[in-house]
């Protein structure tokens, strides 16, 4: 299992890219949660209110996912990573038949 996080502008875009990765079955579920985040884009120092989804989906469907959210974001190079995740048995299950 893998979970795929990535930041989002604002709640709304998180909400439109999460319900289309778990209704297109690329992930199982996404949880969203609101963040303040600090970096340095193009020599400028930012401070954002964001949003960071956590996706839960299988390793055979982990760049699917990367795809649809790139395709779907607005940032010019979304945040997206990749952590491996381990879970009860009977979760990583419902993950992975949420996503065939």
């Known amino acids: 299992m893998i ?16 319900e289309a990765l ?3 079955r690329l992930a199982a579920c996404c ?9 340095i884009w ?3 120092l930012c401070r954002e209110k964001e949003c960071i989804v ?7 469907k982990a760049k ?11 940032y010019e190079l979304p945040a997206i990573l990749f952590v491996p995740a ?3 048995k009977e979760y990583e299950k419902w993950v992975k038949d949420s996503v065939k």
Do not use: G, M
Request: net charge positive; glycine share 0%; hydrophobic share 30%.
């Open 3 to 18: 979970e795929v996080q990535f930041a989002c502008r604002d709640e709304k875009e998180a909400e439109r890219i999460s």
């Open 22 to 24: 778990v209704k297109e």
């Open 31 to 39: 949880n969203i949660l609101k963040a303040k985040s600090v970096y």
């Open 42 to 44: 193009k020599d400028r």
């Open 54 to 60: 956590f996706a839960k989906t299988s390793e055979k």
């Open 64 to 74: 699917q996912c990367e795809a649809r959210i790139k395709e779907l974001h607005s």
């Open 86 to 88: 381990k879970a009860s």
